[in-house]
């Protein structure tokens, strides 16, 4: 994607602002504002439809998060040899259960 961007941007502005017709580029100044009303469209999408998503889909980011959390303490406590890791899962799975069932919001 970016590289499809790079070489748009090396080519264009030679159409669009070409050196003939400077400073009056009659076919630049239209375009830049073309182009940044439509990046603005873009932008304005793209945060629109993000907040959609995260409405629709509240826990998933957070749900995402305690998956990965229980894994990495999973990982950590696999190597004790004092069964004191074993403890930690258990109590890291105990807490994470406790939020999810009370409806926490984080």
């Known amino acids: 994607?970016?590289?499809?961007?790079?070489?748009?941007?090396i080519w264009v502005p030679l159409?669009?602002?070409p050196a003939v017709e400077a400073p009056e580029w009659k076919h630049g100044y239209p375009a830049a504002t073309v182009f940044?009303?439509?990046?603005?469209?873009?932008?304005?999408f793209g945060t629109w439809f993000m907040a959609r998503w995260?409405?629709?889909?509240?826990?998933?980011?957070?749900?995402?998060?305690?998956?990965?959390?229980?894994?990495?303490?999973?990982a950590a406590s696999e190597?004790?040899?004092?069964?004191?890791?074993?403890?930690?899962?258990?109590?890291?799975?105990e807490i994470i259960l406790q939020d999810t069932s009370s409806g926490k919001k984080e």
């Open 1 to 9: 994607m970016m590289t499809a961007g790079f070489c748009t941007n």
């Open 15 to 17: 159409f669009t602002f």
């Open 36 to 44: 940044l009303f439509a990046m603005w469209v873009i932008l304005m």
């Open 54 to 74: 995260k409405n629709k889909n509240p826990d998933l980011e957070m749900q995402l998060a305690r998956e990965q959390a229980i894994k990495d303490s999973e």
């Open 79 to 93: 190597g004790g040899t004092d069964g004191e890791g074993k403890r930690g899962i258990a109590a890291t799975k």
